[in-house]
């Protein structure tokens, strides 16, 4: 599998907020463990919840692995005014800290630039 999920160059999910956005990849699997997070990262997650909102304010846009439109990480990045894509399924499977993406939020497509 891990050999397949090299291979993705494009993840594929549902519009949770619309724009786009460039920018370094950092999945948050532990809240507590983000002192790293910089201002327009790409937070990407499994799911998020009230303790991810200080680091959804300093990302560049939201990836979720799991949720819809009424999602906590949709209605969030709404407010926010940040792009948002969910139900992904792979997000966090297929990316890595530091890969450079491009969040396209108006089509619902993650494209992964550099790895």
């Known amino acids: 599998m891990k050999d397949q999920n090299n ?19 950092k999945i948050v699997r532990d809240i507590s463990r983000q002192d790293n997070f910089e201002e327009g990262d790409i937070l990407v997650a499994n799911v998020t919840s009230p303790d991810f909102v ?6 560049g846009a939201i990836v979720v692995d799991v949720g819809g439109i009424l ?9 926010l005014g940040k792009p948002c894509i969910v139900d992904t399924k792979i997000a ?6 530091g890969d450079f993406i491009e969040v396209d939020a108006t089509k619902g497509i993650i494209t992964i630039l550099d790895k």
């Open 7 to 25: 291979k993705i160059t494009e993840i594929t999910g549902t519009i949770g907020s619309i724009g786009k956005a460039r920018g370094k990849v």
């Open 92 to 97: 966090t499977q297929v990316l890595h800290d």
């Open 71 to 79: 999602c906590h990480a949709a209605i969030i990045a709404r407010e």
């Open 54 to 59: 200080s680091l959804m304010k300093k990302s």
